[in-house]
């Protein structure tokens, strides 16, 4: 199932099972009791990010060659950081360049989404995929001048802006996905693509993450994992490559779709 989170007609929020002419079957559930079929079509007026989440844990330097062209080594262990849930941000909705808190470093980040649909503390990577409800996209856009120079050796600050989360367009359940492992992952920017590789590439697979994250420590349902991004990010290029107002981002998972998202600075 392709599950998205709409406004329908009737101003209200809903779930739904997407259909291929644009509405969708609203669902009855939720991601913690899970959902059941209504039989009912409805109008897609406008797509949703397709989950609020309760918690969005994010993954740093997990592909290979992204590490490399960071100049750091291969992380022994998953390298954590978090996201305020406010910073999620719909798909076709802007992404804002900070200009209250001034930024001029603003990269993308295409990422693995993975959305934990049942509730996970101390579980081992052999049943790790059983908490998994789907996947979707993810941009981690990151201010890199906050989270490099001015963030006192944290990365929560530079990561955490309002809009910095868009996410999806729809989740899709781990029926229809069931190896997130061999996905080829794309951002376009512009129409030109910037990133190009394939999930195959992490350091730390989905099961193994779940495994980690979930020691000592509940993952309520709801959460989203952010699994890292490969080379090509914007601060990596010769002259560094990054997001201006004007420019529209694309982040693209074989399977899932493609996350779209113009960019406008801030109003003050």
């Known amino acids: 199932m392709r599950l998205i989170r709409f406004i329908g007609p009737d101003g209200g929020t809903r779930f739904g099972a997407q259909i291929d002419d644009g509405s969708a079957e609203a669902l009855s ?16 007026v406008k797509l949703l ?7 969005i844990f994010c993954i740093g330097l997990n592909y290979r060659f992204h590490a490399e ?4 080594k291969i992380p022994e262990r998953p390298i954590l950081f978090f996201k305020s849930p406010a910073a999620i941000q719909n798909p076709g909705d802007p992404i ?8 001029e470093e603003v990269d993308y980040e295409c990422e693995l989404a993975v959305v934990i649909g049942k509730a996970a503390k101390n579980v081992s990577r052999e049943h790790a995929l059983e908490h998994v ?25 530079g990561k955490t802006f309002d809009t910095f989360c868009p996410l999806g ?13 061999e996905l080829g992952i794309r951002t ?13 590439d992490m350091i730390f697979d989905v099961a193994s993450l779940i495994e980690f994250l979930s020691g000592s420590t509940t993952l309520p349902a709801g959460s989203v994992i952010l699994t890292g991004t490969p080379q090509g990010v914007g601060m990596a290029h010769k002259p560094p490559l990054f997001l201006k107002a004007g420019d529209v981002v694309s982040i693209e998972i074989d399977g899932i779709g493609a996350l779209t998202n113009p960019v406008v600075e801030e109003r003050c």
């Not at 990010?49 to 918690?55: D, F, K, L, S, V």
């Not at 062209?69 to 750091?72: K, L, N, T």
């Not at 979707?136 to 006192?152: E, L």
């Not at 920017?189 to 999930?199: H, I, P, R, Y």
């Open 29 to 44: 559930g939720s991601v913690a009791e899970g959902f059941s079929r209504t039989g009912e079509t409805a109008r897609v």
């Open 49 to 55: 990010a397709p989950i609020e989440p309760a918690a």
């Open 69 to 72: 062209e960071s100049g750091a």
């Open 96 to 103: 804002e360049i900070p200009r209250c808190l001034r930024s």
């Open 133 to 157: 409800l789907g996947y979707t996209c993810a941009n981690d856009v990151s201010a890199r001048d906050w989270q490099i120079k001015y963030g006192g050796g944290q990365w929560c600050r």
């Open 169 to 181: 367009p729809a989740i899709v359940t781990t029926d229809e996905l069931p190896n997130a492992g």
């Open 188 to 200: 376009v920017l512009n129409g030109q693509a910037v990133q190009d590789w394939n999930t195959n």
